[in-house]
């Protein structure tokens, strides 16, 4: 059965600062990846996915994430936070069935 | 506005009563998911349905239910209420690609 840990539960950067938020999953087979936000209230929103071919992907909202098969992670970067982008946010991987296993999420908190 | 729509917004209701919570899928979408988040369990998946079809359960109890109907909205009706389920049900819908969108949820809250 496929897993995915993010290892942290609550993060805090400066405004402007660079963001790096870390997955790790388990998933026997070529995973499908996704990183989602969620404001407070809200649902969640997919940021960006991977399924295959360039490691590196784009999102929405300038994330990217990037793709390491040898480390079983899929890390979502941002070069330069802003004060809107204080939210959770949530790693999953997909089966080719169609079911998804999200992570525990992580806060993120953006100092002024 | 994701396309996916949930109703009620917010839900109170007593102990042991009963509930149900609907979703409108996105156009054209065959998959509806119901999760449920609390701030001790998190994200937990509770079941899938496709065209109608049940295609997966996950943690979902027996005194909850779900069904999809031929328009491919769901139902997911709640029954015995306790106060741990309190907590915000969400239903996403998926396509042909990968991914799910997310409705804004239903926050049901239990007294």
């Known amino acids: 059965a496929q897993s995915v840990t993010q290892p942290d539960i609550h993060i805090t950067v400066s405004e402007g600062a660079s963001l790096e938020l870390r997955c790790n999953y388990s998933y026997g087979a070529t995973p499908y990846l996704f990183w989602y936000v969620q404001s407070p209230g809200q649902g969640l929103q997919l940021l960006l996915k991977?399924?295959?071919?360039?490691?590196l992907v784009q999102g929405i909202k300038g994330f990217e994430a990037e793709f390491k098969r040898s480390q079983s992670s899929f890390n979502l970067r941002k070069p330069s936070v802003h004060w809107s982008d204080a939210a959770e946010y949530f790693c999953a991987v997909e089966t080719n069935a169609g079911k998804s296993t999200f992570g525990d999420g992580t806060t993120l908190t953006v100092k002024p | 506005d994701s396309g996916v729509t949930q109703t009620p917004k917010h839900l109170i209701t007593a102990t042991g009563q009963r509930v149900t919570l609907r979703c409108s899928p996105r156009?054209?979408?065959?998959?509806v998911y119901w999760y449920q988040q609390s701030l001790d369990q998190g994200l937990q998946f509770l079941i899938q349905y496709y065209n109608g079809e049940e295609r997966a359960k996950g943690n979902i109890l027996e005194r909850f239910s779900a069904q999809q109907f031929p328009d491919l909205h769901s139902e997911l009706n709640l029954s015995s209420l306790e106060l741990g389920d309190s907590a915000l049900y969400f239903c996403?819908?998926?396509?042909?690609?990968?991914?799910?969108?997310f409705g804004s949820g239903t926050r049901l809250t239990v007294v």
């Open positions: 156009s054209g979408d065959l998959s």
């Open positions: 991977y399924f295959s071919g360039d490691t």
């Open positions: 996403a819908s998926s396509g042909d690609s990968y991914g799910y969108t």
